[in-house]
């Protein structure tokens, strides 16, 4: 069976630091990955989609990053976090079909 | 820039009674979704619906898909303390692979 997998679970960094959150996904090959960040109780903002290996498309222009270096790898970066990129980051997999299977999701506070 | 409307944000009823969420967009959409997320959690998928005017039944959930293939309506029957949690609307793109809109969300809370 499929798992997906996201680290860290929480994260609290000061503003001006490096950010790296990572997302892997078991159980299946060559997944469309997805990024998404979550305000407090509300929708979803896509930020980055790939369909392959260092195919990476941005949805929102920001200071965020995100690259695919292996086929079930997919990881969020940012050289200078912002207070404004606080949220809750999830990431998520589709396969063939269009059921989207989402992690458990990163917490992130920037102080 | 493809935006999906959620009504009502924030809705709050006695446990009992009856409910209905609103999706409306004005992009067309290949599919549309309804997800259930708990706080802390990932959204989990409740049904897809793609045909315009489809109805789908999940016991006491009904979801519609408009005609135009625009907007949508989940209505939820009896509603439990357990139906309790966020609902999210997304609607699916197909263009050589999914792409996924979500919308506002509804903050559900079913009070015993």
């Known amino acids: 069976s499929q798992t997906i997998h996201q680290w860290p679970a929480t994260l609290v960094q000061p503003v001006g630091s490096p950010l790296s959150l990572e997302c892997t996904v078991e159980?299946?090959?060559?997944?469309?990955l997805y990024w998404y960040r979550q305000a407090a109780g509300r929708g979803l903002q896509l930020l980055f989609y790939?369909?392959?290996?260092?195919?990476i498309s941005s949805e929102v222009p920001q200071n965020l990053s995100a690259s695919r270096p292996q086929d079930r790898q997919f990881i969020l970066s940012s050289k200078k976090l912002l207070l404004s990129d606080s949220g809750f980051y999830l990431c998520?997999?589709?396969?063939?079909?269009?059921?989207?299977?989402f992690g458990p999701g990163t917490r992130l506070t920037v102080l | 820039t493809q935006l999906l409307e959620q009504s009502p944000q924030f809705l709050s009823i006695q446990e009992g009674e009856n409910l209905t969420v609103y999706c409306n967009s004005s992009?067309?959409?290949?599919?549309l979704q309804w997800y259930r997320q708990e706080p802390g959690e990932g959204p989990v998928l409740l049904v897809t619906?793609?045909?315009?005017?489809e109805v789908k039944k999940l016991k006491r959930l009904t979801f519609q898909f408009g005609d135009a293939r625009k907007d949508s309506s989940l209505h939820i029957t009896a509603a439990q303390p357990g139906d309790t949690g966020l609902y999210l609307c997304?609607?699916?793109?197909?263009?050589?692979?999914?792409?996924?809109?979500f919308g506002t969300g509804t903050r559900l809370k079913v009070l015993a």
């Open positions: 992009s067309v959409f290949s599919s």
């Open positions: 998520a997999w589709s396969g063939t079909g269009n059921t989207q299977y």
């Open positions: 790939s369909v392959g290996i260092g195919q």
């Open positions: 997304a609607g699916v793109f197909t263009s050589g692979t999914y792409k996924y809109i």
């Open positions: 159980g299946t090959s060559n997944p469309n």
């Open positions: 619906v793609v045909t315009g005017g």
